[in-house]
């Protein structure tokens, strides 16, 4: 297989699913929803990051070991499903209390100080690395991408390239249809609501890694 027939195809999969909705789509949208542009970006940039790191570490082979040990891979799922299950309900459990999950009162002005890009980016990141269906995903799939005659780590860091860049455009797209809400949002009861659902699907999808499906 020649490398840029490789990178195409890799792109054709990758693309879609870049854009069947999921964690990442969810956890986008409410942030720059909510007018925080800089922890939204932070967010996209941590989730590519955990991307790029998953597609270097299956081309060392050492995501082999998720597929390979069920230990390690069900202390990766246990630890990635508490960590969703608790920010979802963080965000549920402060709609409550009249704040946002990241403790702002609902009256507080959209483009806040806890508009931090460090905080978005560890949410991001944290959240693609305690997934193990992503490294799982690149073990079974990358594989395939790599040419025999090519070096393996940086064939494969390229094609987590490709994924990464897919995903930036996308993204980019997201950040600016939810930045066109703002204006609805700016009233308490809106912000709620929109905690409400992103808390609920993010909580929903920890429950699902937790059980396995």
Do not use: C
């Not at 195409?8 to 986008?28: E, H, K, N, R, S």
């Not at 395939?144 to 070096?151: G, R, S, W, Y």
């Amino acid at each position: 297989m020649a490398v840029t027939t490789s990178l195409w195809q890799f792109a054709l999969v990758v693309g879609v699913l870049t854009l069947t909705p999921g964690l990442d789509t969810a956890l986008i949208l409410r942030t720059a929803a909510l007018g925080r542009r800089r922890s939204a970006w932070g967010v996209v940039l941590g989730i590519q990051t955990g991307t790029l790191m998953w597609g270097a570490l299956t081309s060392l082979g050492v995501t082999a070991l998720l597929t390979a040990s069920h230990i390690a891979y069900e202390v990766l799922r246990w630890a990635g499903a508490a960590y969703l299950v608790w920010m979802g309900v963080r965000m549920l459990v402060g709609t409550f209390r009249g704040r946002t999950a990241d403790g702002e009162p609902d009256g507080h002005p959209l483009a806040s100080g806890a508009d931090a890009m460090v905080r978005g980016f560890r949410q991001g990141l944290t959240t693609n690395l305690l997934n193990p269906k992503v490294g799982v995903f690149y073990v079974a799939v990358l594989p395939q991408f790599i040419p025999a005659q090519t070096n393996h780590l940086a064939m494969g860091v390229l094609l987590a390239s490709v994924h990464v860049a897919l995903g930036l455009v996308w993204s980019a797209a997201l950040v600016a249809f939810a930045r066109g809400l703002r204006g609805w949002l700016r009233t308490g009861r809106a912000r709620r609501l929109l905690d409400r659902v992103a808390g609920t699907v993010i909580a929903a999808f920890g429950i699902r890694l937790a059980l396995g499906d």
